[in-house]
Every structure is written in structure tokens, then in C-alpha cells.
């Protein structure tokens, strides 16, 4: 019994611990999180409820996120990445379910998931410059469709407006919504739809009341990704929109480096901290849809 009673506590004094120097992996990970997200996220909402000049507490900046022309670059902003994410979800859930219906490592498959890694990081200048001399005014396809008789701006320069945003947007979203959505399809079980059609069941049933009932969590989580991938966008839209302040980060930028308008830095961290109340909420919805979805995904 002595034997016994000393072998326990060795047992579990031998029980893999956890050591320190297994946590300095981390530590580059935390000072990372810290320094361009703890640290910024601290400054603006410091910022928010500080007067000009670091004149005190006021609640100021936050009032004036009411002013017109705030709310509509607020609206503008989650105009343009609803409109972006709906898109983007719905032709990158076809192109991901295409996917699936081919053979799991064909090289179409590998293919396009290669490339869907690649576009989905492709924004800013670049992909501004490339729509400019794709179908900007002087782009290839835009002489094109003149020399054809047809002409894309008869009705005004759409491309620096919110829908040539939206189509400059929809091009990084699709990608992305393929990596995102692609593992939820891999979870279909083929099982499902064979049980489905054993039971008399038509594809109509299967889709609406066995597999479309158990994406839909997914399917609306991922549309929330790229809806705050969109909306906390920036470069794109400035290299497209040289004049005015369409959207919220444009407008941001304007508080922030505007020669004209002086004092109004904190103002600009107001709208900041507007944007991340907003994709806060939207990522906790996503979150919220995740663990619903990985419980049969898993």
C-alpha cells in the first residue's frame, strides 16, 4: 500500500509541465498584438475623449460622429462592404463548391486555392493600378469597347465612385471567400446526401433541409469576414479616389493630414473608434457563427 501511495504523487509529478522557456516562442506573437494592436487600439479611444491639444476629457469628437457628412461616410462605408461581401460570398460559394465537386487533390483544386491565397492579399495600389489601365480611361479594355462603339463612362466615371469600389472590392473578396468557405463544404458528408435520397428525398430537400441548414451558420459567418475585410479596407480606395472623403478611412485620413482644417486629429480617432465598435460587433457575430458551425464541422 506504501508502494502505491508513493507511486501516485510520482505519477503526477511526472506529468508534463509546461516550462518557461517553452513560452518564449510567444513572446514575439504578444509583442506583435501589442504594439500595432493593444497600443493603437489604447491611443485611439484615448484620443476619442480628448479635447484639441490634450485640452481634457470632453465628449466632443464623439458628438460629431452625428454631423452629416460623418453619417453618410458611415453609410457610404457599410454600403460599399455589404454590397462587396454579398457579392463576394455568392460567386466565391460557387467557385468553392465547384471546387468540392472535383477530385479533392486534382490539380484544378490546388490550382485555384493557390491562386485564391494569392489574390486575396492582392489589394492597394496595385490592384488599383491594374484596374485603372484594365478599364480605367485609358485602359485597354475601355479603347476597346470605344472603338466598338461602346463607351463604359457615357453616363459619368463610375470607376472613382462607390460601384467601381465595389467592383475593385468584390475582386479581393472572392479569393477570400473561397479560403474561408471551402472547409465548411469539405464537412458535407456524401453520407447525407446518399441517406437524403434513400429516404426519397430530391436535391431541392437536400439542399434546403439538410445541407443548406447546416452551411447557412458558415455561409453567414464568412460573409461577415468580408464584410469587415471591406470595410476596414484603405489603400484601394485612396489610390482610386484622389479628391473628396467617399468613405470612413478616407475620411480618417483627411482629420488626420489635412492642411486646411487644423485640430482635428481626435476627431479623426473618433471615427476610428467608430469603425472598431463596428467591426467588433460584426466579428463577434462571426465568432458566434464559427462555434456553431464547428460543431458538426468538426
Known amino acids: 500500500m506504501a508502494e502505491t501511495a508513493t507511486a501516485a504523487p510520482q505519477r503526477v509529478a511526472g506529468r508534463p509541465r509546461l516550462r518557461g522557456g517553452a513560452l518564449l516562442g510567444t513572446v514575439p506573437f504578444f509583442a506583435f498584438v501589442t504594439i500595432f494592436l493593444v497600443i493603437p487600439t489604447l491611443t485611439v479611444i484615448i484620443g476619442a475623449f480628448t479635447g484639441d491639444g490634450g485640452s481634457g476629457f ?22 460599399l462592404s455589404a454590397s462587396s461581401a454579398v457579392i463576394g460570398a455568392i460567386l466565391g460559394a460557387l467557385l468553392a463548391y465547384a471546387l468540392v465537386t472535383g477530385k479533392p487533390d486534382g490539380l484544378l483544386r490546388r490550382a485555384v486555392t493557390a491562386a485564391a491565397g494569392v489574390l486575396a492579399q492582392f ?3 496595385t490592384l488599383a493600378f491594374a484596374f485603372l489601365a484594365t478599364i480605367g480611361l485609358s485602359g485597354f479594355v475601355t479603347q476597346w469597347l470605344q472603338e466598338h462603339g461602346l463607351d463604359p463612362y457615357a453616363n459619368g466615371v463610375w470607376l472613382f465612385e462607390l460601384p467601381g ?10 479569393p477570400l471567400m473561397v479560403i474561408v468557405f ?4 469539405d464537412g458535407i ?3 447525407w446526401r446518399e441517406a437524403a435520397t434513400s429516404l426519397g428525398g430530391s436535391t431541392w430537400h437536400y439542399w434546403t ?5 447546416l452551411l447557412a451558420p458558415a455561409f453567414l459567418g464568412s460573409a461577415l469576414l468580408l464584410f469587415a475585410n471591406a470595410f476596414s479596407a484603405y489603400a484601394t480606395a485612396a ?5 473628396g472623403s467617399p468613405i470612413v478611412p478616407l475620411q480618417i485620413r483627411g482629420a488626420l493630414t489635412s ?13 476610428a473608434l467608430g469603425m472598431v465598435v463596428v467591426v467588433a460587433v460584426v466579428m463577434a457575430l462571426y465568432s458566434l457563427l464559427q462555434k456553431r458551425t464547428a460543431k458538426w464541422l468538426g
Open 58 to 79: 470632453t465628449l466632443e469628437n464623439v458628438r460629431a460622429l452625428g454631423d452629416d457628412y460623418i453619417l453618410a461616410a458611415f453609410g457610404r462605408s457599410i454600403t
Open 123 to 125: 489589394g492597394g495600389v
Open 165 to 174: 469600389l465595389t467592383l475593385v472590392y468584390t475582386y479581393f473578396q472572392i
Open 182 to 185: 471551402l472547409p465548411a463544404l
Open 189 to 191: 458528408r456524401p453520407q
Open 209 to 213: 433541409r439538410v445541407a443548406g441548414p
Open 239 to 243: 489610390a482610386l479616389v484622389s479628391q
Open 259 to 271: 492642411e486646411v482644417v487644423l485640430g482635428q486629429a481626435n476627431l479623426g480617432k473618433a471615427m
